[in-house]
């Protein structure tokens, strides 16, 4: 069975810009979550999606924002770039909402400003 | 406020020996953990997790601890082998939320020597 899948796996933009990255759960994986990680840190948490609803979002500024579709899939949209954006993008999905269950995550979305 | 810290950045351990990764927390909201694996290039790979009625759970050659009283978990590998070098991430879920938000340490990276 296919994992969790990013794309694209690598994009360099330019400050002001706008980004779209996408995700797909595995299948049957109702919930998405977004997390950045900077070079040095763990992931940290910038929202999560369940059954195309915004069930949580972390301490990120307006220009960040997400959607989930009908078939689970999400997008991450960050706009007016800026250099302090450049990081690794995770998406992680699991079965239920919440509850004592593992995240599964793709390989990310390396985001370089330039 | 750092609510999860690995306090070592990193290990160096001999092939055959047990490797011991640390990771303390602050919040005692806290109720289920996990550890996390990551080699370069990829996304974070779910490892085991404790839910914080159990203190210990075992799964292969990785065994995960939890102390609630000293709010400390770690994570036992026996017997350790090269390909288990990666970055290792402690997470944590806090009880009751309306997400499944994790909260990550800033990861220790394991050298095991062949």
């Known amino acids: 069975d296919a994992g969790v899948t990013q794309s694209p796996t690598h994009l360099i933009k330019t400050r002001g810009q706008h980004v779209t990255l996408r995700c797909s759960p595995i299948?049957?994986?109702?919930?998405v979550s977004w997390y950045q990680q900077v070079l040095g840190q763990g992931p940290q948490f910038i929202f999560q999606?369940?059954?195309?609803?915004?069930?949580g979002r972390g301490n990120f500024p307006d220009r960040f924002s997400a959607r989930q579709f009908p078939n689970y899939s999400s997008e991450l949209n960050v706009n007016a770039l800026l250099l302090g954006d450049s990081a690794l993008y995770l998406c992680?999905?699991?079965?239920?909402?919440?509850?004592?269950?593992?995240?599964?995550f793709g390989d990310g979305t390396r985001l370089s400003i330039l | 406020d750092q609510q999860v810290k690995q306090n070592s950045p990193s290990l160096s351990v001999q092939e055959g020996r047990i490797s011991i990764l640390n990771c303390d927390y602050t919040?005692?909201?806290?109720?289920?953990f996990l550890w996390y694996k990551k080699y370069p290039a990829e996304g974070p790979t779910f490892l085991i997790s404790?839910?914080?009625?159990?203190d210990k759970n075992e799964d292969g050659r990785f065994t995960v601890f939890l102390n609630k009283s000293a709010k400390h978990l770690s994570l036992h590998i026996v017997p350790s082998q090269p390909g288990d070098s990666a970055v290792y991430f402690c997470?944590?879920?806090?009880?009751?939320?309306?997400?499944?938000?994790?909260?990550f340490g800033t990861g220790t990276l394991l050298a095991v020597q062949p």
């Open positions: 992680a999905s699991s079965f239920e909402e919440h509850g004592n269950q593992p995240q599964h």
């Open positions: 299948s049957g994986h109702k919930s």
């Open positions: 999606y369940y059954e195309k609803e915004e069930r």
């Open positions: 919040n005692s909201m806290f109720d289920y």
């Open positions: 404790i839910s914080s009625i159990k």
């Open positions: 997470a944590a879920s806090p009880y009751g939320g309306a997400t499944n938000k994790l909260i």
